[in-house]
């Protein structure tokens, strides 16, 4: 169980162009998605907080209107880079929390998925 | 603000031996604790977690040392092996947050 599945998992797009990330949970509904950016042999840097029904929330220095985020279901959440530059390149990941844990009290754990990875040429 | 960081960016162990990562975090209203493991090219997957009420938690092959005094956290991972070497992340949680902050990571080598 606990799965998150990312599409695409490797993207190659010219500067100029955007390119839009899906982040399913597959086997549970999922309110609440967050998605991470990571350079090469980096730690993870939380972009947003992806909530089902209602706008995002952006961590400081992220721009929201550059990373367009948008919860569609429960079990859906998209993060589209507009206008792509290289700088953009990196290794997207998103992450989800089971909707059951947050009624329960349960365990706090995201479930990460496998990642998409943008190269801007 | 937080941080949280790593003792080690790298530890080479001999298959079977045991194996400890260290982890410091500065922020005491964290109440929530990760261990994830990262493969190259993956997406983190979950090892192991501890709420701050705890101070040892085990699961399979591994055990999770939480010292809230000096704010310390550690994974250990017993009998070593190959499939274990991969980057591991811990990453905390603030009281009434919902997102975590991940430490830098230590890249774990097994030799065979």
């Known amino acids: 169980g606990a799965v998150v599945s990312q599409h695409p998992s490797r993207v190659i797009c010219k500067s100029g162009t955007s390119v839009k990330i899906e982040c399913r949970s597959l086997?549970?509904?999922?309110?609440?998605m967050f998605w991470y950016r990571q350079f090469p042999k980096k730690s993870l840097m939380l972009m947003a907080t992806s909530n089902e029904g209602s706008k995002a929330t952006y961590e400081q220095g992220v721009e929201k209107d550059k990373f367009l985020i948008n919860h569609a279901s429960l079990t859906l959440s998209t993060l589209t880079v507009t206008s792509a530059h290289p700088e953009d390149s990196s290794f997207y990941i998103c992450s989800a929390r089971d909707d059951r844990d947050w009624t329960s009290g349960g365990p706090e754990t995201q479930y990460f998925g496998p990642g998409t990875r943008l190269l801007v040429l | 603000g937080e941080s949280v960081g790593l003792h080690l960016p790298t530890l080479s162990v001999q298959e079977g031996d045991n194996s400890i990562i260290n982890c410091a975090y500065s922020n005491s209203a964290s109440d929530y604790f990760i261990w994830y493991k990262q493969e190259s090219g993956k997406g983190p997957q979950f090892i192991i977690d501890i709420r701050s009420n705890m101070d040892k938690r085990q699961g399979q092959r591994v055990t999770v040392l939480l010292n809230k005094t000096v704010k310390h956290l550690s994974l250990q991972i017993a009998a070593t092996q190959p499939g274990d070497s991969a980057v591991y992340f811990c990453a905390e949680k603030n009281v009434g947050a919902n997102n975590l902050f991940f430490g830098t990571g230590t890249r774990l080598t097994v030799i065979p």
């Open positions: 086997d549970f509904q999922a309110t609440t």
